[in-house]
């Protein structure tokens, strides 16, 4: 992508597009008088004698069970029980978002390469100012938040004590940074979370930053002079999604289930290590609050994905864009001083000294400094190549998530929740949902679908540039990302897109997302005209969300009505789109070119293998392997006999052309196969598994069997490899992949996975309350050695399965394996 010049953005401010926001789809009701409803107590939020106490049973799995009387000593509780299973997680990203990992790693994430990737993590963190935002405003919240954030640092810290540095988790026993924390520690955390899909991706790009002539490095403080360590940061283009991730999610109304009442479905698919690992917990607050489900580790004291008595709901990774990037108009009119331009008006570029310690021997550390530039509409950055600072333009990131204090508020909110209703109001009262798509249905068999992530809310005037002008629309595509225009006010948003304008449909039927747009969340009732950063309509749908579609329509039996049994086979039945949509006309290509050779290679053993193959991506399914290698190959030239028709979202393209491409593709895959040393007839769970990692990062050499598809070959119940940084510096093994044109590992000899499918329940509502079922398929626990290290992966490997959730009294205390009561006192 090139830059745009600043005579292209003063052109790009014409146009006359305006969208109509038709987002909501809401059955109109008839009006009747109604008796105001009694108002509900408030659930108490510090406890009031200022000693916390709270029960933790532990049932089957490793599950928490965490009783208490307010919200404080609740967190407590959740944040004593997480810290047992995740310690050295949660440590590790306290040590991150505070700017600190330089100061006991060193400046480089390799030793001594110059990457400066530690020095790039501070630094950004520090110019993003999430830790000075949590300072000034942690004591502005909301009471809960506060005693939310305060309970569970006191219960992390409680776990810490009692245990001992030097016996918690080996993989970071013993070490300098695992410290005791505070609620200002959690709320940066928070923060920081916040700005995952945006602007911490763009962290290189601001150490980057400095104004033409003058160097972006760091200095010593202690002589102000350039330092000599070695630093040569390589910074790439930013991307929306680094991560990949991905989720699905349904919500099923009366219309759609057996017993006429709401279920749920969810299925987050996220890495298995690192800093995005799921945990499951149950919370009591008697006669307030009796919640179960699964958080992102470091949540503090609120279920991310689950249910109450009365509401189920889940959340999958949105569309939506959550900054834009500016281009600047620099101002020159007064020497000595940076300036930009907005609306013919010098606005000041704020310059910033930041400073941090790095460790450059045993024991010993330096501190470094360097300037941050801020704006009007946030940091500068620079990515060279692509974003430049010249002496008359420049660029900025604005994330809609900065400062979003509304977080644990809003996940609360839903946790409290007695209805539907009820819970819409949680996305009219706050914007916390940072980067989700919610589905939801509640016992009466309602559903609501709403994605009120944290979206820029553009004026009319940026809508209509961004939408009709091609330079805009080009930098867009180029980029991945929206690319507009600083030097006018009216291109620069103040605020998120309020719940009004954001797409959502409620009904009694059904919603359901796998990570394309809002435009498909009811397949017959499309959502159209909102703002175009939640993304695409009349698009292309992924595989896999034409596998939802068809699971919807075809997994419910003959009744066409879901039980919770149906549902679940839906998602463990591991079912293959691409492979049920061409298959067959796979074999019949590659059959009738014989023993011919195709490209040097004889394809017709590789035919045979394929014929054995059952169409699923179970355990003993027999070259599903060689038909996924096939699939990668595919996806980057697909021969699709029937091109892609908007009318026609859910069936097409469809049908294999059988040509010299085809019969090139599969001969490719048949090649990467073999040269991996694998069978083409070998079954999936010889060729797919987890390994978990020891405390030192090297392999256990436990290879766990593992069913379950991937994205590419249209999977729902989707697995990957993860080579990359897992957002943590906790060590683990790696299997390099064969090439970029696959995942498949000749070291590994197939596939280790360590991402996908998660925190995974269903959930229906009966007379007699939620009857649910889950699986956390990693397990509850990060400590290498423990039962629950595996258990529930080595549960899932046997058969592809939930198991029963301990929500009642009855169940709990009929599966108690352990049991405690901690105070603060």
Known sequence: MTVLSLSCLLAACGGDYKYNNTSTFEPAQPTEPTTPPAQAVPVPAFDSDGILSANIRWTDYGVPHVTADNLESMSYGVGYAFAKDNICVLADQILKYNSQRAKYYGP??????????????????????????????????????????????????????????????????????VQPITDVDMLTYSLGVALLPGASNFLGAMFLAAPPGESFLPYSVATNQATQLKMQPKIPLPEKNPNDLGSNGWGLGKDKTENGMGMVLANPHFPHTGNLRFWQFHTTIPGHLNVMGGSLMGMPGVVNIGFNENVAWTHTFSTAEHFVVYQLAIDNSVLGSLNQSVDGVARPIESKEIMIDVAVAPGVTIKLAKKSYSTLQGPMIVVPGNFEWTSTGAYA????????????????????????????????????????????????????????????????????????????????????????????????????????????????????????????????????????????????????????????????????????????????????????????????????????????????????????????????????????????????????????????????????????????????????????????????????????????????GVKIPWAGAHNIEGGFNVFNTRTGNDGTLLPRHIYPAQDATSILSDLAKGYHIAYGSSWMSVVNFTEDGPVAKGLLSYSQSHTYGEEQNTDQSELYSAQPQLRPLRYTEEDIEANIIAEMTITSQ
């Open 108 to 177: 480089d994430l390799t030793p001594g390469s110059g990457d400066s990737e530690h020095l790039i993590n501070d630094f950004g963190y520090l110019t993003l100012e999430i830790r000075e935002q949590a300072e000034k405003n942690i004591h502005f919240m909301s009471t809960n938040s506060q005693a939310l954030l305060s309970g569970y640092a006191q219960g992390y810290n409680k776990y810490l004590a009692d245990t001992g540095s030097a016996n918690i988790d080996p993989a970071c026993a013993g070490q300098p940074w």
């Open 397 to 700: 990131i604005k994330d809609a998530n900065t400062e979003n204090l509304d977080i644990v508020d809003h996940w609360l909110a839903m946790n409290l929740a007695n209805n539907i209703d009820e819970f819409k109001q949680a996305f009219k009262d706050y914007d916390g949902v940072i980067f989700n798509n919610t589905m939801s249905a509640d016992k009466n068999g309602d559903v609501f679908y709403i994605d009120d992530s944290t979206v820029p809310n553009l004026s009319d005037v940026a809508i209509t540039n961004l939408t009709t002008n091609p330079l805009l629309i080009g930098a867009k595509q180029a980029a991945g990302f929206t690319i507009l225009p600083g030097h006018l006010s009216a291109f620069i948003y103040d605020n998120a897109v309020p719940y009004e304008k954001a797409p959502k449909y409620a009904g009694t039927d059904y919603v359901q997302n796998s990570n394309d747009s809002f435009w498909l969340t009811n397949a017959e009732n499309p959502i159209t005209g909102v703002s175009p950063l939640y993304g695409k309509v009349d698009n292309q749908q992924s595989l896999r969300s034409r596998m939802a579609h068809t699971l919807l329509n075809d997994e419910a039996g003959a009744d066409n009505l879901f039980s919770i049994a149906e549902v679940e086979h839906a998602l463990m039945g591991n079912r293959n789109y691409l492979g049920e949509a061409i298959h067959n006309d796979l074999l019949s290509a590659c059959s009738a070119q014989g023993t011919e050779l195709v490209n040097g290679i004889d394809i017709s053993h590789g035919c045979s293998a394929l014929a054995l193959w059952d169409g699923t991506m179970n355990i003993n399914s027999v070259a599903a392997h060689l038909f996924r290698e096939f699939a990668f190959q595919f996806s980057t030239n697909p021969q699709w006999e029937t091109p892609y028709d908007p009318s026609n979202p859910l069936h097409t393209p469809s049908g294999l052309i059988n040509n010299e491409i085809t019969l090139a593709q599969f001969a490719q895959a048949i090649q990467k196969v073999e040269m991996a040393g694998i069978a083409l007839d070998e079954s999936l769970g010889n060729v797919q598994f987890v390994e978990r990692s020891k405390p030192d990062g090297t392999a256990s």
